[in-house]
């Protein structure tokens, strides 16, 4: 076991040489107390002078290495010896820190500040390190002997000053975090997890025979310079050392077979550098042969596409050339049968297309998004499309816009200009969809009942600090591929960038949305890649009380009156903290009321206000009617109540501390007292945060919601919508009219 943990330790992220680096000085270990179990680490060391001469302790440091960062909270130094004799504590100090190695390399370390062992004499010290809940056995340590007796420990580092003395020379890593990496929350790949800046998201998903799915992820690479102080916005700065307006250069790529975004293992794909980073997986000095201007700091928003039909990644780059024009460069990959890939290979030329009058102009093409066509007949199906912005702000002939769509050649480094893109009726002249557009892509994504539809989603209005999308259905593209776009509403304003790069992605069931921020405290040219989870509406029946089936829950749908009304984003805008999410609507029973029916929490943007909860209509889909339904384990102990079995807890998206609660006496009616239905604070004891999920026989698939508060008693308390039409929703006693009011489906 120790010998694979130093090969292992030694070949990514230390660097080892076993045995004595100076004849006349060692150490060696004991376990005082011979139980590498217990909850205290008792160590006792000893410093060995086998020299001719003294040795002076001034400047000496002693590691010991273990890989459980849990398992110590306190050290102490319970005594110290000098050539046998006790000497001042004071003058030797134990601390335990992480030492920047491996995600999981700790090192306990002694440091000496006086001193001197006599010849052939020894320094003393017994430590402790202590943890009441001890987790992890001393055996898996590094620097680890058994033996309650002194022995010569080779593993553990002995240095005065930066000379190694004795034990592993150890180099710690500057800054890096390496390949692997696990994210639970935003940022999904920050600048303190694999120390860049990361921009323009995009993400592509290859399948697997047999196993989990690999999706990719890519990011453009924001520079920076340290030079250039905190201000970090125009005019000053792009002056001098600070790069041009948007200083770009470098591709990164990463991957994860998870089951989703967060709480999972990600490989930031590359070569490791000397300082444990990942290198980008290209620059623009990888496309000069195609003729890239390597020096303009201008790599920008890529795009992935894995091509099936020759089990290939392949990704294309917009850059400026040496010719002032700017280009697509393009690279391959051969896909394994795992998912994974060996190396990219860059084409030699930029990919070319038969294009339109004002392709190449200065800025543009950007942005490419290449997709397939869905399976089918017409000439429209199983072929590859690829997006493009093809202007520059104040270039563009607001009449048609700046989106273009070519289709690509089977070789997918060339293809034909097919023409504008334009949204469909009412929307076809709205100025935000035609003035200044830029990362566009398209994604095919299906709802839950298994109907696909296009998505595409771009950046507009005015200042492309808007994120929008729009549908198109498998018909309508086959029929007319740039007229078939239903513009669908604004997804997020301006989230501090001046910009964004939005993308879409279905994987393994559930739905995301990729984008970036600007760095809270650095602004808007360092940024982060962001994710959310989002949810499609599922109404494949085309309820006309309900969104339309596959639109984007939380976006405001907009209308022939609200075009012009900006403010119109819904509720997905601005920071989410968590990337995955399991969501669930809470829907009342009563089926001739099922717009005004979805259980709801009350914020600023309602006309209800405060921690309350009740019903409104679906159409907004805002966050405050996505709900996550928690199970509560059958036998758990709430209170002074035992959990039976289909006990859940009931928490919303926007409050995560928050659970729905069965709560005082509010007002009467002819059927009784109600009780508050509201928000409050977590709190494990209280069964009034408890419900159980009772099935109904004539409503199949709704439950009573029966709150475990007084459930000693014979009266038992419902979730139960006050009567059809209206909007309040409270606890209450079994009622006898209209009893579909306390049966709820969750979906």
């Excluded at 005019?235 to 948007?246: A, S």
């Excluded at 039909?309 to 394994?336: E, F, R």
């Excluded at 009350?602 to 996505?626: C, F, H, M, P, V």
Aim: with cysteine.
């Amino acid at each position: 076991m120790k010998k694979l943990f130093c090969a292992i330790t030694c070949g990514m992220a230390l660097q080892c040489v076993s045995g004595y680096a100076f004849a006349g000085v060692r150490v060696q270990l004991k376990d005082n107390d011979g139980t590498p179990t217990s909850e205290w680490m008792r160590l006792e060391f000893k410093v060995v002078n086998d020299q001719p001469t003294p040795y002076d302790l001034t400047n000496t440091t002693l590691r010991y290495y273990f890989r459980d960062t849990s398992k110590v909270w306190s050290t102490a130094l319970w005594s110290f010896l000098v050539n046998s004799n006790p000497w001042n504590a004071s003058s030797i100090t134990a601390s335990v820190a992480a030492e920047p190695l491996l995600q999981d390399g700790w090192a306990l370390t002694l440091k000496f500040s006086s001193g001197t062992i006599n010849p052939n004499s020894d320094a003393w010290v017994l430590v402790g390190a202590h943890n009441e809940t001890w987790k992890t056995n001393e055996l898996d340590d590094y620097s680890y002997l058994t033996g309650t007796t002194f022995q010569d420990d080779s593993n553990v580092a002995l240095y005065h000053g930066d000379e190694r003395l004795f034990g592993p020379q150890v180099f710690a890593a500057p800054l890096g975090n390496r390949s692997s990496f696990t994210v639970t929350s935003n940022p999904l790949i920050s600048y303190d997890n694999r120390k860049h800046y990361s921009s323009d998201p995009v993400a592509a998903v290859v399948p697997v025979a047999g196993g989990s799915p690999v999706l990719y992820v890519a990011t453009s690479t924001d520079l920076y310079s340290p030079t250039c102080g905190t201000n970090w916005w125009p005019p000053n700065w792009f002056q001098g050392p600070c790069g041009n307006d948007w200083p770009m250069d470098g591709i990164h790529l990463y991957t994860t077979s998870g089951q989703g975004l967060a709480n999972t293992q990600w490989t930031e794909q590359g070569d490791l550098l000397a300082d444990n980073t990942i290198a980008p997986i290209f620059t623009l000095q990888d496309f000069a042969s195609a003729g890239a201007n390597v020096n303009s700091q201008n790599m920008f928003a890529p795009d992935l596409q894995y091509v099936r039909g020759q089990n290939a990644m392949y990704m294309y780059v917009p850059m400026p050339g040496t010719d002032g024009k700017w280009h697509i460069g393009t690279a391959s990959a051969p896909i394994n049968g795992d998912g994974s890939f060996d190396n990219f290979t860059q084409s030699p030329q930029f990919l070319g297309l038969n294009h339109g009058p004002v392709f190449n102009a200065p800025a543009s093409p950007i942005d490419p998004g290449v997709f397939l066509g869905m399976d089918g007949s017409g000439p429209n199906a199983d072929n590859y499309f690829m997006l493009y912005v093809d202007a520059s702000a104040g270039q563009v002939d607001t009449s048609v816009g700046n989106l273009s769509m070519a289709l690509l050649h089977p070789d997918m480094v060339s293809g034909d200009y097919m023409g504008k893109l334009r949204f469909a009726a009412p929307y076809s002249h709205y100025s935000p969809l035609t003035n200044y557009l830029e990362g566009p892509d398209v994604a095919v994504m299906s709802t839950k009942s298994g109907t696909p539809y296009y998505y595409l989603i771009f950046s507009g209005g005015g200042g492309s600090s808007l994120i929008g999308y729009a549908m198109a259905s498998k018909d309508d593209f086959q029929n007319d591929p740039l007229r078939s776009w239903n513009f669908k509403g604004w997804i997020f304003q301006d989230l501090g960038t001046g910009n964004n790069h939005v993308n879409l992605v279905q994987y393994n069931g559930k739905y995301y949305i990729l984008y970036h921020q600007g760095s809270s405290d650095k602004g808007n040219h360092r940024r982060q890649v962001w994710a959310k989870e989002i949810a499609l509406v599922d109404n494949p029946t085309n309820n006309p009380l309900l969104p339309g089936d596959g639109e984007i829950v939380g976006v405001t749908r907009p209308t022939s009156a609200s075009l012009d009304q900006l403010g119109l984003y819904g509720s997905l805008n601005g920071n989410t903290t968590w990337i995955d999410r399991t969501t669930q609507y809470i829907r009342n029973a009563i089926s001739n009321d099922v717009a005004w029916s979805y259980v709801t929490l009350a914020t600023a943007d309602t006309y209800k206000e405060g921690e309350g909860i009740y019903n409104r209509y679906l159409t907004k889909g805002s966050t405050n009617q996505e709900w996550v339904v928690e199970a509560v384990p059958q036998g758990t102990q709430i209170g002074s109540v035992t959990a039976p079995a289909n006990a859940v807890r009931i928490r919303n998206m926007l409050t995560p501390d928050k659970r729905m609660t069965c709560g005082a006496a509010y007002n009467s009616d002819s059927e009784g007292t109600n009780f508050g239905l509201f928000n409050n604070s977590l709190n494990s004891t209280s069964g009034n945060q408890v419900w159980i999920k009772e099935p109904v026989s004539d409503a199949p698939g709704a439950f009573m919601l029966r709150s475990m508060w007084n459930n000693n008693s014979n009266t038992k308390f419902y979730m139960t919508r006050i009567a059809p039409g209206q909007a309040d929703t409270y606890c209450k006693a079994t009622v006898s009219t209209n009893t579909q009011r306390q049966k709820w489906f969750i979906e």
